[in-house]
């Protein structure tokens, strides 16, 4: 392998830890782009969520909120004292606390691994600039189309399958990032899951599929921003 395939296959290994590292971040903006929670809110109502629980929204909102803080480490315990059905009751139960540890680790760990990514690309297509200069900017659309085509048809395959039968491959999903049975919750016994149905996660998917679909498009236009200016600069040294 010579030394120009090389600098293209670093190139290429920056896009792809670079745009795993933005699928992360769409995650985050998904769930926590709106400090004020209005999806949830909407999937609420969708969903008829308050029928199902016996609660008013407000408090269902302020579940909402404390166990998304939860979630981030912004809070230690998944605890939410509120009125259901008419009694003050705690809104969470202990498989509800056990799994949700389990989501957070999973979250969590998903933000680290996007800080690590970030910081290999960014690594790598310093050294390539550094290294290669103006050569190594031309490289940076390349890079980011071959990139790009690997992961949408990785996304599209993804797609097809959960549009296809969602519940069988969120069950996939849990099986692989869960080691245990906890996830599998009872709509008789557990407020959590009757608050999060299964359409509300359908939903979920779709938003992160948009948020990150949108970046990858801003990206692609500057990349071609990119080319075409190299492309000008290349044309007025041989007129």
């Known amino acids: 392998m010579n030394g120009n395939k090389i600098w293209k296959l670093a190139a290429f290994a920056a896009m792809?830890?670079?745009?795993?590292?933005?699928?992360?971040?769409?995650?985050?903006?998904?769930?926590?782009?709106?400090?004020k929670y209005r999806f949830y809110e909407k999937e609420y109502?969708?969903?008829?969520?308050?029928?199902?629980?016996?609660?008013?929204?407000?408090?269902?909102?302020?579940?909402?909120?404390?166990?998304?803080?939860y979630l981030i480490g912004e809070r230690e315990e998944l605890s939410v004292v509120t009125a259901i059905e008419g009694e003050e009751r705690d809104f969470f139960n202990e498989q509800d606390r056990l799994h949700m540890a389990d989501v957070k680790n999973l979250f969590l760990g998903g933000l680290?691994?996007?800080?690590?990514?970030?910081?290999?690309?960014?690594?790598?297509?310093?050294?390539?600039?550094?290294?290669?200069?103006?050569r190594g900017v031309a490289m940076l659309p390349r890079a980011y189309f071959s990139a790009l085509a690997v992961c949408l048809i990785l996304t599209a395959v993804l797609g097809i399958l959960f549009s296809s039968d969602f519940t069988r491959y969120f069950t996939i999903f849990h099986e692989i990032?869960?080691?245990?049975?906890?996830w599998l919750f009872d709509p008789e016994?557990?407020?959590?899951?009757?608050?999060?149905?299964?359409?509300?996660?359908?939903?979920?998917?779709?938003?992160?599929?948009?948020?990150?679909i949108c970046g990858l498009g801003a990206a692609a236009g500057g990349c071609l921003l990119i080319k075409r200016r190299k492309s000008n600069t290349m044309e007025g040294i041989y007129e």
Do not use: H
């Open 16 to 35: 792809i830890c670079l745009i795993v590292s933005w699928l992360l971040t769409s995650f985050q903006i998904a769930a926590y782009g709106d400090p």
């Open 45 to 69: 109502k969708k969903y008829q969520v308050t029928d199902d629980l016996g609660m008013e929204m407000t408090d269902v909102m302020d579940v909402t909120e404390k166990m998304m803080d």
């Open 112 to 134: 680290r691994l996007r800080w690590i990514l970030l910081a290999a690309g960014a690594a790598l297509l310093i050294l390539l600039l550094a290294c290669k200069k103006k």
């Open 177 to 182: 990032f869960f080691t245990n049975d906890l």
């Open 189 to 212: 016994t557990d407020y959590m899951i009757r608050m999060l149905p299964e359409g509300f996660f359908y939903d979920m998917v779709l938003r992160i599929g948009l948020v990150f």
